[in-house]
C-alpha cells in the first residue's frame, strides 16, 4: 500500500479573503496583507505537523528549523500571487516565475540569535524578486517588521544599491557581541501582526525581519511554536 502518512493536503484559497495594501516608510513601497488566506488552513498545519523539520541548509540564516511545503501549496498561491506582482508591484505580466518554499519554524530567540541572524536581512535583491510569509501558528508568536538602515537611509536594496550597503553592514557586523545590532544600526518603519491565516506579499529586497516577542517563550513544534510557510518568488537566477 502506498504511504500516506503525509499525502499532499487539498488546499483551496478563501473567496472571502480580506486584502489590503499597505504602503510605508520614506521610499513608499507596499506590502500586501491577505487574511484568511486557505479556506481550510488547519490541513496545511496538520500536513507541517507530520513533516520532518531539520537543520537549515548551509548559509542559510534562518534561526530556527526548515521542512519542504507540499508542491500543491505553491501552485495554488504562485498563480494568484502573480496577479498582485503585477497589479501591485508592477511586475511585468510576461516575466517567468522561479517559485520555492519552505516551512520554518523559529527556535531561536533573538538574545541567541548571532549577530547576522539579528540584523534585518533581504531575500534577494532583484525589483521582480519577491516573498511571502504565511502565519500558521494558532497562538500568535511574532509577526514581521520592516526598516530602514541608519546609515545609508536605505529601505528597499537593489543591484544598484547592494554593494554600499553589503560594505556598511558587514562593518557593523564585525561590531561587539553584545552591541544590539537591529535597534544600533535599524529604524522600525512597520510592523506586521501574526495572526493565523494571514499571508504577506512583499519585494524580497525590502529590509525586513521577524518580530519576536521576548517575553513570549517560543514553541517547539509545529502544533505550539512559530511556524510559517514562506515563498520566495525568482529569488535565484534572475
Not at 548559509?59 to 521542512?67: F, I, R, V
Not at 506582482?85 to 508592477?90: D, E, Y
Not at 544600526?185 to 512583499?202: A, K, T, V
Not at 517575553?215 to 510557510?229: F, H, K, N, V, Y
Amino acid at each position: 500500500m502506498p504511504d500516506i502518512s503525509n499525502a499532499e493536503p487539498i488546499l483551496a484559497l478563501n473567496p472571502q479573503a480580506q486584502i489590503e495594501v499597505i504602503r510605508f516608510g520614506e521610499e513608499g513601497q507596499s506590502v500586501l496583507v491577505a487574511d484568511d488566506v486557505l479556506l481550510d488552513p488547519e490541513a496545511l498545519l496538520s500536513y507541517a505537523a507530520r513533516s520532518r523539520f531539520g537543520t537549515p541548509p548551509a548559509g542559510s540564516k534562518y534561526p530556527g528549523l526548515m521542512a519542504p511545503v507540499p508542491p500543491a501549496y505553491i501552485t495554488l498561491l504562485a498563480d494568484v500571487l502573480r496577479q498582485s506582482m503585477v497589479q501591485v508591484f508592477g511586475m511585468h505580466p510576461d516575466l517567468p516565475l522561479k517559485t520555492y518554499g519552505f516551512f520554518g519554524l523559529a527556535t531561536l530567540g533573538l538574545d541567541q540569535m548571532a549577530r547576522a541572524q539579528a540584523a534585518p536581512h533581504t531575500d534577494a535583491h532583484r525589483l521582480n524578486s519577491f516573498a511571502t510569509v504565511h502565519y500558521l501558528s494558532p497562538r500568535p508568536q511574532g509577526g514581521t517588521a520592516f526598516y530602514r538602515h541608519k546609515a545609508s537611509g536605505l529601505e528597499l536594496i537593489t543591484p544598484i544599491r547592494s554593494d554600499k550597503f553589503s560594505y556598511l553592514r558587514r562593518q557593523e557586523l564585525a561590531g561587539a557581541d553584545d552591541q544590539p545590532v537591529r535597534d544600533a544600526f535599524y529604524d522600525e518603519i512597520l510592523s506586521i501582526e501574526p495572526r493565523f491565516n494571514r499571508l504577506i506579499l512583499y519585494r524580497a529586497g525590502q529590509l525586513h525581519s521577524a518580530k519576536l516577542d521576548p517575553d513570549a517563550p517560543l514553541g517547539e513544534s509545529p502544533a505550539d511554536g512559530r511556524l510559517t510557510a514562506n515563498l520566495f518568488f525568482n529569488t535565484e537566477g534572475f
